[in-house]
């Protein structure tokens, strides 16, 4: 029996907030009237609940108080079992699901979670976050949250070991260590979030449209449950601590636990702006002109490039003039992950990347200048340079194998030689350089 793979990175978020079902869109849209005027009228409740949780101060009453009203915007919070809570535990570790999981722990229990990412200011104020600073050092940081759980009468820390919101339905993040170097015993807890129609949380949305989407919804259910207090074993170094921890965690949800990271999501998000979907014509687009450029991700829009993505697109150009054969998102896919337009232009001639080559028609500049008539030469070596057309690139594909590892060598130098001689004839030609038999016939002259 084969085991299962496990889950690719790209399955462990949403990336499109509507349903893709006929039904459920249908009913969304007849609900969108109604969901807009409740929208508003929580939009008005919820300025007066930050205001109570404002005013009144951090104890039991508040809590329970701002859990009620929150309920009136949509945020109906349960949790299974609360005798489970360890009140002298100092560290929680959840899984992340949503931009507001810290405040829907906080209704149940006194805690803090630290800023780690974003400015500091009155908006992470607002939302509950606590500023300690070293945002940029992790070291530092761990170094102040050590220093803050060993106060006496502080509230516990909340921490998010997997650094990222994931959908909840399929996998968990990799958790980061750092979370574990804090205190030697933690409080597991598991979330779980339900929202009908729409989902709970989309890549790349800010915490204000997900405040504004979840005013939308009649409700957002989450549920917490409490698990028991786990401890650092004896020769058990943080990161099998941490690895152990995530796998019970995800036991108890009903997950798996993956090798995947934050950055693994970033990188997959980077490469995907990328990458366009292929056509379904190859000689005409189906897109009408003046739109926007497509990508392959739903949801997400490439209209506004970083300078990143500029950065590529240029890297990529000039890839392009060298061996205008390979196609153009093949050249940005191996740029994203080589940052250098030599690594490239050298995988590509030797193979390491594969591709279908594409169709060089003659350049726009060769054409005017063969059918344009020539000046007078001002010596006898412009009399005798004409300008050629760039020899056709030989292909990069080869349909047979060569059984020795002798005649694969040559096979794969002969194409190498044939790509660099066809990239050296569009250099000289582009830039108008005199070859090597013009140079030899100026000498004789």
Not at 33 to 43: D, E, S, T, V, Y
Not at 169 to 179: E, I, N, P, R, Y
Request: charged content about 20%.
């Amino acid at each position: 029996m084969e085991a299962t793979p496990p889950p690719r990175v790209e399955n462990l978020f949403d990336f499109r907030r509507l349903p893709t079902d006929g039904l459920i869109l249908t009913l969304l849209l007849l609900y969108a009237p109604f969901g807009i005027c409740l929208m508003l009228l929580r939009i008005f409740i919820g300025i007066h609940v930050f205001l109570v949780s404002s005013a009144l101060p951090d104890n039991f009453l508040r809590r329970v108080i701002v859990r009620a009203m929150c309920s009136v915007l949509g945020m109906i919070v349960s949790q299974t079992d609360p005798k489970q809570r360890d009140k002298n535990v100092k560290t929680y570790l959840a899984n992340h699901v949503t931009q507001f999981d810290h405040n829907v722990l906080s209704f149940l229990a006194p805690c803090h979670t630290p800023l780690l990412e974003g400015r500091a200011g009155f908006v992470s104020w607002a939302r509950g976050y606590m500023e300690l600073g070293w945002i940029e050092s992790r070291t530092r940081l761990v170094e102040t949250l050590r220093g803050y759980n060993s106060l006496e009468g502080e509230r516990t820390l909340l921490l998010f070991p997997e650094d990222e919101m994931t959908n909840g339905k399929v996998g968990l993040l990799k958790f980061s260590s750092w979370a574990f170097s804090i205190n030697s015993t933690i409080q597991p807890v598991v979330l779980t979030v339900k929202r009908p129609f729409i989902a709970v949380s989309v890549v790349e949305s800010s915490w204000l449209a997900e405040l504004l989407w979840m005013f939308f919804i009649p409700f957002t259910i989450y549920q917490v449950r409490w698990l028991p207090s786990m401890s650092l074993m004896e020769g058990e170094s943080e990161e099998d601590f941490a690895v152990r921890v995530q796998e019970h965690l995800a036991m108890e949800l009903g997950i798996v636990s993956t090798h995947h990271t934050k950055s693994d999501k970033l990188e997959y998000l980077k490469r995907m702006k990328h990458v366009a979907p292929p056509e379904t014509n190859s000689g005409t687009s189906s897109r009408p002109s003046g739109a926007r450029p497509r990508t392959f991700l739903p949801g997400l829009s490439i209209s506004s490039l970083s300078a990143e993505d500029i950065r590529i697109a240029g890297m990529a150009k000039q890839v392009k003039e060298v061996l205008p054969h390979i196609p153009i998102n093949v050249i940005k896919m191996d740029l994203v992950s080589t940052k250098c337009v030599d690594t490239t232009i050298t995988n590509m001639l030797e193979g390491r990347v594969e591709f279908s080559p594409e169709e060089v028609s003659a350049s726009p500049s060769s054409c005017s200048l063969s059918n344009t008539p020539h000046a007078a030469p001002h010596n006898l070596a412009a009399a005798h340079k004409v300008p050629t057309a760039a020899p056709a690139p030989k292909t990069v594909s080869k349909t047979t194998f060569e059984k020795s590892p002798v005649d694969r060598h040559l096979s794969l130098q002969e194409r190498k030689d044939a790509l660099y001689a066809y990239a050296k004839r569009r250099y000289i030609d582009k830039h108008d350089l005199p070859t090597e038999s013009e140079e030899s016939l100026d000498q004789e002259h």
